[in-house]
């Protein structure tokens, strides 16, 4: 499998985590403005990164959670058994939200919905039901089982970082891109926590020229 070929294996690593890196494989989030209620929750995507499993597998690749042996293993496994392959991709885009509407809610002071909170909770059973303690010299250590050739197991690393973030993480620090239709997630890890945007060279140029092209329009009115 060639995962340099997917649009989803360029795209930037700009969460800090690698459950927001995986937040963030869409192009952006635009606001539902036709819903009643004006909150995160409520959003359409813009430009799908993640369009089918092989594209998950590209995901992985992309941010080395595979090694390229073990991307076209899990290829061969998911054109031999697409039904599954497809519904794994399904709860793979069904988790992204559901930890996306998560760490909105958390940034704007809601509380996340049970059903969110039901689908991460059933990733991280599926996670932790292939982990075991092993020891490798002097030192203890978390690993998966059983892992080689199972389809899912893109998703247990994704939902183990989530459960990390949120219970171990310093919440305060969570962020989203400020840029229109961006929506991007990120950790701010600068000293004075004065990120605003997902990449200054893209959200924060843009917004950079539409603020001097405002200024501009004001003068010569």
Known sequence: MNTEKRAVSAIKLI?????????????????????????????????????????????????????????????????????????????????????????????????????????????????FDRTKLSMEKSNFHWEWTNATGSLERILWPIADSAAAMLTEGDLTRLRQCSGDDCGWLFEDTTRNRSRHWCDMKDCGNTAKVRRFRSRNQKRHR
């Open 15 to 127: 969460g800090g985590r690698l459950c927001l890196d995986f937040v963030n494989t869409i192009g952006g989030r635009r606001p539902d403005l036709s819903h009643a209620r004006k909150t995160a929750a409520f959003y359409t995507i813009r430009d799908e990164k993640l369009n089918d499993y092989p594209d998950l597998v590209a995901w992985a690749r992309r941010v080395e959670l595979l090694t390229e042996p073990e991307a076209r293993q899990l290829a061969v496994q998911a054109r031999r058994n697409e039904p599954e392959a497809s519904v794994i991709w399904k709860r793979a885009i069904q988790l992204r939200e559901s930890i996306y509407r998560i760490c909105t809610g958390r940034l704007s002071g809601e509380i996340p919905q049970a059903s969110d909170l039901e689908v991460l909770n059933r990733e991280l059973q599926a996670a």
